[in-house]
Structure formats: structure tokens, C-alpha cells
T-cell receptor, first 114, second 112 residues
């Protein structure tokens, strides 16, 4: 039973355009969500997070949107750059949070074409 | 500030052997979590340690164990290795009370 799902295995966008990566979850006890980026042969790198009491969080080119009623979150990257090409994972933490356990989606491979 | 370090980076073992992986968290981080990444299952939570105590455990057999030392460094051990244990093992550290975890580069374990 996959509690966090990233239904698009891959996404290709042109440099300068917007990249939108999607993530759905089933567990209503999740109260904190994170996005990570992963390059081959490296560990995941933390990008941005959002608490369930918010619906949007912004950090530079990265914005995460949370729709609790739909159990859906998305990561927007604007503008996309070739260096953004990587695998992106969404992850969730169950309430009570801070238990050190993150549930990850399967990842979406983003390719940004020059 | 130095990141999370993991040793060794690569390891080749044979079935039935045991292996110990090491993780040094970011200075000041007292929580250490371990994950297994495989192509089929993605990133799966193994266990988490805080103040030398295991606080949370994932759905892995008892062959997988870990510990944390007083300096927050952590080790995980896999006994009686199976072919299916071949994976990237990732360690992550975080500040107490924070969800954001910061990952090391991982240890690539191959079981032959």
C-alpha cells in the first residue's frame, strides 16, 4: 500500500519554462511534506517543505502547493534550468511529526532541455 | 558545516555474510534515520535513533539492526545477507524537533 504516490515517472520541460511535479497521498495523518532532489550516486538533497497548516511555501525558484482536501501537493520550479535535471521525491511525515520517519514517493525524473 | 558522511561508499559481500555501515551526522544533529533505496521499492525507512535510543522502526526483518553512540554517530548492521539486500543505504540526520532530514551520499551494498 503506497501512501505517497508520484504518478508521473518522468517529465521533460524546456529551459526557462515552468516545471510542475505532482504528488498524491492517502494518509490523512500526514501533517508535514517535503521535496527532495537526487542526482545519481548522491544522497537526496532537501529542497523545500510545507506544514499542513499552510497551503503554499516559496523559496526562490521553488514553490510547493498543498491541497489538503484533495490530498495533493505539487512542486513548481520557475524558471527551470538544465541543472534542475534530477529525480525529485516527495516525502511525508505522519502526525505526531518529528518521529524521524519519512514516507517517500517513487520519484519523478525531471529533464530540463537547453 | 560538514554534511552527513557515510562509510564505506561501496561494499561487496556474499550471501550469508554480515555487514556494518557507518554514519556521522551533521554536527549538532542528534537524530539519525536510515533508509534503503532499491529500484523496485524506492526509499524505505529502516529505523531512527535519537539519544542512543531507537525511536521508530520500519517493516524490515530482525536481520537489520542499528545503534547510536553518545556522539550521535550511528551504525547499521545487516546479518545473514541475502541477494535482495543489495541496495543503496542512506543515512539522514536532523535537528531535534525538525522534520527536515539531510542525507549522506549513501553506501552502495552489493550482495553476490
Amino acid at each position: 500500500d503506497q501512501q505517497v504516490k508520484q504518478n508521473s515517472p518522468s517529465l521533460s520541460v524546456q529551459e526557462g519554462r515552468i516545471s510542475i511535479l505532482n504528488c498524491d497521498y492517502t494518509n490523512s495523518m500526514f501533517d508535514y511534506f517535503l521535496w527532495y532532489k537526487k542526482y545519481p550516486a548522491e544522497g537526496p538533497t532537501f529542497l523545500i517543505s510545507i506544514s499542513s497548516i499552510k497551503d503554499k511555501n516559496e523559496d526562490g525558484r521553488f514553490t510547493v502547493f498543498l491541497n489538503k482536501s484533495a490530498k495533493h501537493l505539487s512542486l513548481h520550479i520557475v524558471p527551470s534550468q538544465p541543472g534542475d535535471s534530477a529525480v525529485y521525491f516527495c516525502a511525508a511525515s505522519e502526525s505526531p511529526s518529528n518521529t524521524g520517519k519519512l514516507i517517500f514517493g517513487q520519484g519523478t525524473t525531471l529533464q530540463v532541455k537547453p | 558545516k560538514a554534511g552527513v558522511t557515510q562509510t564505506p561508499r561501496y561494499l561487496i559481500k556474499t550471501r550469508g555474510q554480515q555487514v556494518t555501515l557507518s554514519c556521522s551526522p551533521i554536527s549538532g544533529h542528534r537524530s539519525v534515520s536510515w533508509y534503503q533505496q532499491t529500484p523496485g521499492q524506492g526509499l524505505q525507512f529502516l529505523f531512527e535513533y535519537f539519544s542512543e535510543t531507537q525511536r521508530n522502526k520500519g517493516n524490515f526483518p530482525g536481520r537489520f539492526s542499528g545503534r547510536q553512540f553518545s556522539n550521535s554517530r550511528s551504525e547499521m548492521n545487516v546479518s545473514t545477507l541475502e541477494l535482495g539486500d543489495s541496495a543503496l543505504y542512506l543515512c539522514a540526520s536532523s535537528l531535534w524537533g525538525r522534520n527536515e532530514q539531510f542525507f549522506g551520499p549513501g553506501t552502495r551494498l552489493t550482495v553476490l
